[in-house]
């Protein structure tokens, strides 16, 4: 990368106080100032430029040490910002769950474990490259600080870049290949480019257009679906491939196994451990990978029959008809049906 220079920049968060007099908990703004690096002769390389629809702007993403980033702006054309990070000299503001993809919204007070804290009007400021922070200490306490301060300018440095003409570029996905339903237009499904992360049932990694496309068909009974948004330019080098499996396991057969269908006390044993893994699959898929994906995933389809074989329609039970399709379309099989083992609980009492 050329060009040393580095941009002030401040991180805007959330911090837990407690009001001295009273010990009560509240939610204020934390702003750290801090510096990010600048690509000012954009020498950080291009990853990715796609269409997500016909006709539609262009995306790009970078890849800057292995971090995939896109504009902050939703918009390439989109009007600078009015601090200028070179005149005036300004420290622009984000949010730090533009660096981090998480936000403690719901989250309960770091400090009296209360849920929902009340906010305040309260602000926690530490100005670029200082160890002191600015709030009133005669009225709140706050712990912890040093160690989210250098937390938050660890993040603002290996996640955040500079580049004109596009301004502060933050961590972005990579768009995926999605099955979505068409609705009142046929045929029923279409293939379609997404940048936000969709259903794993129904996602393909960037370079699965082709099975994409080939599962959209059989969602079909055999017509191919409308295809919308392109990869106009993709290095595969800098673009992560993930894993489908994995995310199918993490996350499909989490949601699934968590409806409230099952009576674990009257099923077998097998039928229980398969459930289990199903419910911890996020934990098992992460420490296992695609091997302890597919023995989940396996699992799921004697869940599955077992569901049917008790009586019940696997289209009225939830996410298991498609998580049942998609599973049995990455080639993952089991042996014959084998009968109602134990009790299922009826559909309608599902529950997420």
């Known amino acids: 990368m050329t060009g040393p220079r580095a941009v002030p920049i401040v991180i805007r968060s959330d911090v837990d106080l407690v009001v001295r007099d009273g010990g009560l908990g509240i939610r204020g703004c934390l702003r750290v100032g801090t510096q990010a690096r600048s690509d000012e002769g954009r020498a950080v390389p291009v990853a990715l430029r796609f269409g997500l629809r016909s006709g539609d702007e262009v995306h790009t993403r970078l890849n800057l040490d292995g971090t995939v980033l896109g504009p902050l702006q939703s918009r390439l054309a989109a009007a600078p910002p009015k601090a200028s990070v070179r005149g005036s000299g300004r420290a622009e503001e984000i949010p730090l769950y533009d660096l981090t993809g998480e936000h403690g919204i719901d989250a309960p007070h770091a400090l009296t474990g209360q849920p929902d804290p009340p906010r305040r009007e309260v602000e926690v400021r530490i100005r670029a490259w200082s160890s002191e922070a600015e709030y009133d200490r005669d009225r709140y306490e706050v712990r912890g600080l040093e160690e989210r301060v250098a937390a938050i300018r660890a993040a603002a440095r290996s996640r955040l870049l500079h580049r004109e003409p596009e301004g502060w ?57 409308p295809l919308l948004g392109e990869v106009l330019y993709a290095d595969p080098a800098l673009v992560p491939t993930g894993d489908d499996l994995v995310a199918l396991a993490s996350r499909g057969a989490t949601r699934a196994a968590a409806l409230r269908l099952f009576d674990p006390a009257s099923m077998s044993g097998s039928l229980v451990q398969a459930w289990s893994a199903a419910r911890h699959g996020r934990a098992i898929a992460a420490e296992e990978g695609r091997a302890g994906a597919a023995r989940i995933l396996a699992g799921c389809l004697h869940l599955a029959d077992h569901i049917e074989a008790c009586g019940h329609a696997i289209g009225d039970v939830g996410d298991w008809a498609l998580l049942r399709e998609r599973i049995l379309f990455e080639g993952i099989g089991h042996a014959s049906r084998s009968g109602c083992d134990g009790a299922v609980r009826a559909p309608a009492g599902a529950a997420r």
Do not use: I
């Not at 999605?178 to 969709?198: I, T």
């Open 169 to 225: 570029w933050v961590p972005a996905p990579v768009p995926t290949w999605q099955c979505v339903q068409n609705l009142a237009d046929h045929p029923a499904w279409r293939v379609e480019l997404s940048a936000s992360q969709g259903r794993p049932e129904k996602t393909f990694c960037l370079g699965r257009l082709g099975d994409a496309q080939a599962f959209c068909r059989h969602l079909n009974g055999g017509v191919d679906g």
